[in-house]
């Protein structure tokens, strides 16, 4: 019997909302916030989930979702060039990996802003646009969620995307993965000159337990006030 699975009987989650507070309150910059618990599939701690930012390179993470289900599809040939010589399977790898913005750019353009726009309400997230490229921590955490579940995508797909997720530069992950190192990280992080640094992952900690966390800001181009939140819920998560 796992330790996760002796967990499961007797499981209460974490109440985190007190710890998010006590940490936004001390910010000057705008944040948006939300952790959610895979293991009790709730929010347990959130700031302006439904705050509109703008996305920087979080939008890849969608167009992936999207392009990989149409590869799965049939829709989409995984071996056709899009942009630089890259197939459109390389580019969805490329664009999680190394956040590579011409294929992001080629990959929206080739599935067209008004089909992404829907697409993505159709799947529950209501404050995300690729007109404007905007996003919120409730959508982020939402196609989180959708991966972790394999809601869509099945397992290869699945594991592709992970794994990208998983194996990203360090330039990529100074963010949530430098306050927590201790977990696994599997993330993707956008962010715009010093306007925007923001961070989504799902955090895997040492016992099993699983954590869908996502971080915007406004007024905040650094990686460490990210890398201090998660450095502070690990703590608090940590049993």
């Known amino acids: 019997k796992s330790q996760l699975q002796s967990l499961a009987s007797t499981y209460q989650p974490i109440d985190l909302q007190p710890v998010v507070d006590a940490w936004v309150a001390k910010k000057l910059p705008t944040y948006g916030i939300v952790v959610y618990d895979l293991q009790a599939n709730q929010v347990i701690g959130q700031t302006s989930p439904d705050k509109s930012f703008f996305a920087a390179s979080l939008y890849k993470i969608y167009v992936a979702y999207l392009a990989l289900l149409d590869m799965q599809d049939g829709k989409m040939n995984p071996d056709e060039i899009l942009t630089g010589g890259f197939t459109n399977k390389q580019c969805v790898e490329k664009m999680i990996r190394e956040s590579h913005s011409p294929c992001g750019e080629s990959m929206m353009a080739s599935i067209g802003q008004s089909t992404l726009n829907q697409r993505v309400k159709d799947l529950g997230m209501t404050g995300t646009y690729f007109n404007g490229i905007r996003t919120t921590a409730q959508d982020c955490t939402l196609i989180l969620q959708l991966i972790n579940s394999q809601r869509d995508l099945n397992q290869a797909n699945t594991d ?14 100074r963010g949530l993965q430098r306050g927590a190192p201790e977990a696994k990280w599997q993330t993707k992080v956008g962010w715009n000159e010093d306007i925007n640094y923001h961070d989504i992952g799902i955090m895997t900690m040492p016992d099993g337990r699983k954590f869908v966390v996502a971080i915007l800001s406004q007024n905040n181009g650094a990686s460490a006030p990210i890398a201090d939140f998660s450095r502070t819920i690990y703590s608090a998560l940590s049993l």
Do not use: C, E, G, S
Request: proline share 0%; no cysteine; hydrophobic share 65%.
């Open 160 to 173: 592709f995307l992970l794994d990208a997720m998983l194996t990203q530069d360090a330039m990529f992950k």
